[in-house]
């Protein structure tokens, strides 16, 4: 658990990575046996997993490269020989040693107070005596003690190293003010004291910097502006891509195209049906098998749209009004698809809409609630129970205390798709009615 727990604190980005790797993997085994029991495709796993993979990949792999190069730094702080002493005439124009009460500040818990040798054995593990404080507003303050000025220098850059700092202003002999984790985490000052370290921890730069300033005095106003000559956060990945601004401009122009292109072209892809291997039928014939749909027992609405060319699907799968001891309840779900039918290349181009409609009255006043969408819906399988006095169509009781419904969308599109595949015709998802020229990005 210990090995564990300073995982996380040393790379918490790649501790993040493996768990939402390991989500990932379990979510799409649940939903790939959920979709494999209901004859569904698992095509829209492929470009969920896929758009996924282009858009968070390049984020994982920095923060992987960039726990290699920590790692690295972290070995070659440890396995390099000790550092000439500094002269003591230069350290004792610098910062002198002080108490460690003054560092922990009167907000110290003092129950808090613990051995920062056993979490942080990394930074401080030849420290002979380091401690690390608490406060109530959840701030920490840290104070190690080192044989030597060099050995507390060498602790001041593998805590920078340790901790991935970015945004790093100030120098060696004044300290270090950086923010944690390549810019994603708390704030930190970081500053030596002869053979001490001294560190604080807070939300903010101006609280850590305020504590600094309380316990050793204020900063030097060219600190900010020094050149970080300690390579605290130089060696990480990310630091050198946010510092290269033409390499980060085209990264992002190529990712996002990627990512539009996939969006389109693969979800175009998951939801296609191929037509049966037999000869095209004519429009006239399509045409004439969809509407008899209206015939069948499958609970839908088939008309011609009102351009006289295109197919409109309507299920109206639920439609009920009830009443329980306060308030008289409405509510309608709808799932409609517009079919455009294209002589030339065979193809039936769906566009698809769905809306629900809440509304109740009653002593509290009325409340209405209205949503649509459009898009392409994938699977949906939907079960719903209400419960109250039914009302017909009339406004009169029905005797019923509750209805259901289950909407499986699948199942309602099946007779659709069978009558234009087995016309010899394609059935094609597509996100917008795009214009001839641009059919070739949405399908």
Do not use: C
């Not at 070659?76 to 040693?97: D, L, N």
Request: hydrophobic residues 45%; glycine residues 10%; positive net charge.
């Amino acid at each position: 658990m210990d090995r564990f727990l300073q995982l996380f604190r040393e790379y918490p980005a790649v501790v993040g990575i493996g768990f939402f790797l390991l989500i990932s993997a379990g979510l799409g085994i649940f939903l790939g046996s959920l979709m494999h029991r209901a004859g569904v495709s698992l095509k829209p796993l492929v470009f969920f997993f896929g758009f996924l993979a282009i858009v968070g990949g390049p984020q994982g792999a920095v923060h992987l490269l960039d726990a290699l190069a920590h790692r690295r730094a972290v070995t070659a702080h440890a396995g390099s020989p000790p550092a000439a002493p500094t002269p003591e005439i230069h350290r004792a124009a610098g910062i002198q040693p002080v108490a460690w009460e003054q560092i922990f500040g009167p907000g110290a818990d003092p129950s808090l107070i613990t051995d920062a040798r056993r979490g942080l054995a990394t930074i401080l593990g030849d420290a002979t005596d380091a401690k690390l404080s608490f406060s109530a507003a959840g701030e920490s303050a840290l104070a190690a003690r080192f044989e030597t000025t060099a050995a507390a220098a060498a602790a001041l850059n593998r805590y920078g190293t340790f901790f991935q700092f970015a945004q790093a202003t100030g120098s060696d002999d004044t300290g270090w003010t950086a923010r944690r984790n390549q810019g994603q985490g708390e704030w930190n000052h970081v500053v030596t004291a002869g053979s001490e370290l001294y560190a604080w921890t807070g939300p903010t730069r101006e609280v850590v910097v305020a504590q600094r300033t309380r316990a050793l005095g204020p900063l030097d106003p060219k600190a900010g502006n020094a050149e970080n000559t300690s390579g605290i956060s130089q060696t990480q990945v990310s630091t050198r891509l946010t510092q290269n601004v033409p390499v980060m401009t085209v990264f992002l122009v190529i990712n996002v195209l990627l990512a539009v292109g996939w969006f389109f072209k693969a979800s175009a892809w998951a939801t296609r049906v191929a037509p049966a291997p037999t000869p095209a039928a004519d429009i006239a014939t399509v045409r004439a098998r969809v509407l008899a749909v209206n015939q069948s027992t499958t609970p839908v609405a088939v008309k011609t749209g009102d351009d006289g060319k295109s197919l409109e699907i309507t299920w109206r799968y639920f439609d009920a009004r009830w009443f329980d001891l306060m308030r008289l309840h409405g509510m309608r779900r709808t799932h409609k698809l517009v079919l455009d039918l294209d002589a030339d290349a065979h193809k039936a181009r769906v566009r698809e809409y769905w809306s629900a409609l809440d509304t109740s009255a009653g002593l509290g006043g009325m409340r209405f609630q209205w949503q649509a969408a459009t898009g392409m819906q994938f699977f949906q399988l939907e079960h719903q129970r209400v419960v109250g006095v039914q009302l017909g169509s009339n406004g009169r009781p029905t005797g019923e205390l509750s209805a259901a419904y289950t909407f499986n969308l699948q199942e309602l599109k099946s007779p659709i798709i069978k009558a234009l595949t087995e016309s010899g015709w394609t059935w094609q998802p597509v996100m917008w009615s795009a214009p001839p020229a641009l059919r070739w990005l949405t399908e």
